[in-house]
């Protein structure tokens, strides 16, 4: 079983629609989660950072944890082409190694 | 806004060759890393270093992979003898504490010829 799994996507949507990203884990030591966005050829940018389980909200993202299900989420409101990335989570624990998924591609259509 | 930069953006070399990626972190980080990302491939986890020492590195860090912080602004990672499966881009990372964020530079990108 891999250590962090994604739909690679691509996942097309239509500018304005609600977007949920997903991702699962295995370990059940990871207590950090990280997501991040990367446009192509370019350098992980952090969007949210949350500890242990529950909710956080930025603006128009909103990161979500369960642990007990091993289970992130990311939202995405109102949508934007600006939006369109590949979304990569990346779970760690204490030692501050993130554990990448594969990623999945989002496409906002104008 | 502070910010992770690298240089060059992107270097050529030909196999067997030595090279240096360089990394400026952000400023008050203590911790810093190196990820690498084969195209098409996830973004995989080389080293972390703090205090002037590794604090882990993963498989794909062997001997021909060593890192250093020369001064008080730099961190750079060496290849000594570069093969063909090296090329990709390499990421540094820094964070002000192990469990805090990583804030990620551009990225260089290698190509081993």
């Known amino acids: 079983q891999k250590e962090v799994e994604q739909d690679p996507g691509p996942l097309s949507v239509p500018e304005g629609a609600i977007v949920s990203l997903n991702c699962t884990y295995s370990?059940?030591?990871?207590?950090?989660f990280m997501w991040y966005r990367q446009y192509s050829r370019k350098g992980p940018e952090l969007l949210m950072y949350?500890?242990?389980?529950g909710n956080k909200e930025d603006g128009r993202f909103t990161a979500q944890v369960d642990k007990s299900s091993k289970y992130i989420s990311l939202f995405i409101r109102d949508s934007q082409p600006s939006d369109s990335a590949t979304y990569l989570c990346?779970?760690?624990?204490?030692?501050?190694?993130?554990?990448f998924g594969q990623g999945t591609e989002l496409s906002v259509k104008p | 806004e502070p910010e992770v930069t690298q240089t060059p953006s992107h270097q050529v070399t030909q196999m067997g060759q030595e090279v240096i990626l360089r990394c400026v972190p952000i400023?008050?980080?203590?911790?810093f890393y190196w990820y690498r990302q084969i195209l098409g491939q996830k973004v995989e986890f080389l080293v972390s270093?703090?205090?002037?020492?590794?604090?882990?590195k993963s498989e794909i860090f062997d001997d021909q992979f060593s890192v250093e912080r020369p001064d008080g602004s730099n961190f750079t990672l060496k290849i000594r003898s570069t093969k063909l499966e090296d090329s990709a881009m390499y990421f540094c990372?820094?964070?002000?504490?192990?469990?805090?964020?990583?804030?990620f530079g551009p990225g260089t990108r290698l190509t081993v010829t």
């Open positions: 949350t500890y242990s389980s």
């Open positions: 270093f703090y205090n002037n020492e590794i604090s882990e």
């Open positions: 990372a820094s964070s002000q504490s192990p469990v805090r964020e990583q804030y």
């Open positions: 990346a779970p760690y624990n204490q030692g501050g190694k993130l554990i």
């Open positions: 370990n059940s030591a990871f207590q950090y």
């Open positions: 400023s008050n980080h203590l911790y």
